[in-house]
């Protein structure tokens, strides 16, 4: 099929190569021209494992290519996916003026017949608007043209962006016209021929699904660190409670992780989204707003292990901080708990050396040129004459390093991890002071 991607950021390179490699002719179109010129070039704006290598390939092959052109890009396909940014407005919803925009200019160009997608996460009642301002624009141009708007979330985790494309748990799509619905069946057929579902229900219903999933699964991150906050206060261990839960099928793992909470482009974003709408609805959704309040307290409470530490003043400490990113295979600091525990020690007169294998450039970007903080080029070298190590994200690569080696640099051996990634007995015995969510107060 001939696909238009309008968006080339992180779901749109991640939805037009995939589409490509399937065999589709993807024409991925961005108002960006420096964006445009890199990917054209095979180099990618994001750090996302795999994806350089299916850009490189379809792009050889000329299934994918790049443009700043949109009336090209409309006219030239047949469906068009809109992957635009939907940004937190000031009031806590989504910002929908680049979608709307986009549909807009879609409404000016087209042809003839076409799909209109939202793959861009946009709130209910977002199909209905796109069809609206598309429809003024072709009232202005007095043409009759007929087109179809079709909600069809994303459920890309960061990271296993291009699995969970080529292997997704289902595909969703809303639309209301079965042949549209068996179009939109025929593009993603391959990619569920392990008899994933392909679920099709009424645009609304479609619009909503991707809210509540990212809102049951940032729920679910808050409801565990609700209990390592009770841990620490009754002396629980929360590692078995985790196990004891968890391993009821009713309700897993997954997600079930003590932390210092949930950051990134969606889960933040979307629980404000999905609260606003509740809210514009005049339902008050009381679970989703604890969930996400108790996020934003576990920063704090985490800070607080650490003041009670050094006895309440950080003023002249040091401290190393392993991980930047808000989650690891990425390079995306957006509401990145790190950034939150860096601001605040600064902010207390503390000194600070950081280390991320990807995400140094993006927070060097955001702290800018401050003397308080050094961003170094490797896990060791942030521990230099450090007061103590506080751990922020779980890249793999900071679960067995070399304590000895560790301990041989630090000023003292403390570690404050807030991704709990050792087990406390072990790290008594190797002679650390180690705090963790959930430790005993």
């Known amino acids: 099929m001939k696909l238009a991607i309008i968006g080339a950021g992180y779901v749109g390179l991640v939805t037009a190569a995939c589409f490509a490699e399937m065999g589709n002719e993807v024409i991925c179109m961005d108002a960006d021209p420096k964006k445009i010129e890199t990917l054209k070039a095979g180099r990618i704006p994001i750090y996302e494992p795999g994806l350089e290598d299916f850009i490189k390939r379809n792009s050889q092959e000329n299934r994918l290519s790049f443009t ?9 396909s047949v469906i068009i996916f809109i992957a635009v940014g939907t940004p937190q407005d000031r009031d806590g919803s989504a910002d929908l003026s680049m979608v709307l925009d986009v549909a807009r200019n879609i409404g000016k160009l087209m042809n003839d017949y076409k799909v209109i997608v939202e793959k861009s ?33 994303e459920f890309l985790k960061e990271g296993t962006a291009l699995d969970d494309f080529m292997k997704p748990d289902r595909i969703v799509v809303g639309c209301d016209d079965p042949r549209v619905a068996e179009l939109m069946k025929e593009l993603y057929g391959p990619f569920v021929r392990t008899h994933h579902p392909i679920i099709v229900m009424d645009v609304v219903s479609a619009e909503l699904t991707k809210y509540a999933a990212n809102a049951f699964l940032a729920t679910k991150i808050s409801f565990i660190n609700e209990l390592a906050n009770i841990c620490a206060r ?26 210092l909470g949930y950051g990134g482009s969606c889960f933040p974003k979307d629980m ?17 707003e604890s969930a996400e309040a108790i996020n934003l307290d576990q920063r704090q409470i985490f800070l607080k292990q650490i003041r009670q530490a050094f006895l309440g003043d950080l003023k002249g400490r040091c401290f190393a901080i392993w991980g930047l990113s808000f989650k690891p295979q990425t390079d995306d600091i957006r509401e990145a708990p790190a950034l939150t525990i860096i601001s605040h020690l600064l902010a207390e007169g503390a000194k600070v050396r950081a280390y991320d294998p990807e995400a140094m450039a993006a927070a060097g970007q955001h702290f800018g040129d ?33 304590f000895e080696r560790m301990k041989s640099l630090m000023k003292s051996p403390v570690i404050f991890d807030g991704r709990n990634l050792y087990k406390p007995g072990k790290m008594a015995r190797l002679g650390f002071e180690y705090f963790y969510v959930g430790k005993k107060i």
Not at 68 to 76: F, S
Not at 122 to 148: C, H, I, N, S, Y
């Open 68 to 76: 700043t052109d949109l009336a090209a890009a409309v006219q030239d």
């Open 272 to 288: 404000q989204a999905l609260i606003h709408t509740a809210n514009s609805y005049n339902y008050r959704p009381r679970l989703l």
């Open 370 to 402: 401050n003397p308080a903080i050094a961003f170094v080029n490797s896990s060791y070298g942030a521990l230099e004459e450090v007061d103590a190590l506080i751990i922020c994200t779980e890249w793999a690569r900071f679960r067995e390093p070399d």
């Open 121 to 153: 996460t946009v709130p209910v009642g977002t199909a209905a608007k796109v069809r609206r301002v598309m429809e003024e624009e072709l009232q202005k141009r007095g043409e009759k043209l007929e087109f179809d708007v079709v909600s069809n979330p």
């Open 234 to 259: 009754t002396g629980a261990d929360i590692a078995m409670l985790r196990q004891g839960i968890g391993s009821d099928s009713r309700i897993g793992n997954l997600f079930l992780f003590p932390g």
